[in-house]
T-cell receptor, first 114, second 112 residues
């Protein structure tokens, strides 16, 4: 089974801090994704990556950046955390072949910015 | 672009009741369709998928049929259990790239 591991289940940070959310997958997937999940808004795509060092903006990239230095790891960075970034963050990965591959999700990081 | 619309919840059912959660899609071509489930405090898990028109995906007693005529992918289960209480998401691939577009989710509560 695919395993997507997010480094923290719960995280509390202060406004203005630089925050790192880490995600690791163990199935050699080319694609990795970061979403945020908010009540009433569903899942919104922040960034995705289809290869090492490659990244593309999703629907709501403002205030975020990402890093993919190794195939198995995809990091989400909040450059200067703000209270409106309090949310559930979900990482996912998928194979690139076929373009209709399902995504496999981690358990999420619930981030609170105070 | 490709998108899905699913019924709003919450849906509350008694144990052993029949479940339908509606999902309709708008798409260019015929992308695969997915249902994901999110149990409390967890990430999303793939529940089932269908890759082409008239395909039926099934898993854990849940079923959904990819219907081209009605552009629908409704999720059904004949007899729900308390353990099915969760949020259910319909999804399909975006027009470009590899990401998925998700519906807003439908919360299901099954009572004993």
């Amino acid at each position: 089974d695919v395993k997507v591991t997010q480094s923290s289940r719960y995280l509390v940070k202060r406004t203005g801090e630089k925050v790192f959310l880490e995600c690791v997958q163990d199935m050699d997937h080319e694609n990795m994704f970061w979403y945020r999940q908010d009540p009433g808004l569903g899942l919104r795509l922040i960034y995705f990556s289809y290869d090492v060092k490659m990244k593309e903006k999703g629907d709501i990239p403002e205030g975020y950046s990402v890093s993919r230095e190794k195939k198995e790891r995809f990091s989400l960075i909040l450059e200067s955390a703000s209270t409106n970034q309090t949310s559930m963050y979900l990482c996912a990965s998928s194979l690139r072949q076929g373009k209709n591959q399902p995504q496999h999700f981690g358990d999420g990081t619930r981030l609170s910015i105070l | 672009g490709n998108s899905v619309t699913q019924m709003e919840g919450p849906v509350t059912l008694s144990e052993e009741a029949f479940l339908t959660i509606n999902c309709t899609y708008t798409a260019t071509g015929y992308p695969s369709l997915f249902w994901y489930v999110q149990y409390p405090g967890e990430g999303l898990q793939l529940l089932l998928k269908a890759t082409k028109a008239d395909d039926k995906g099934s898993n854990k007693g849940f079923e959904a049929t990819y219907r081209k005529e009605t552009t629908s992918f409704h999720l059904e289960k004949g007899s729900v259990q308390v353990s099915d209480s969760a949020v259910y998401f319909c999804a399909l691939r975006r027009n470009s790239g590899y990401a998925l577009n998700f519906g807003k989710g439908t919360s299901l509560l099954v009572t004993p």
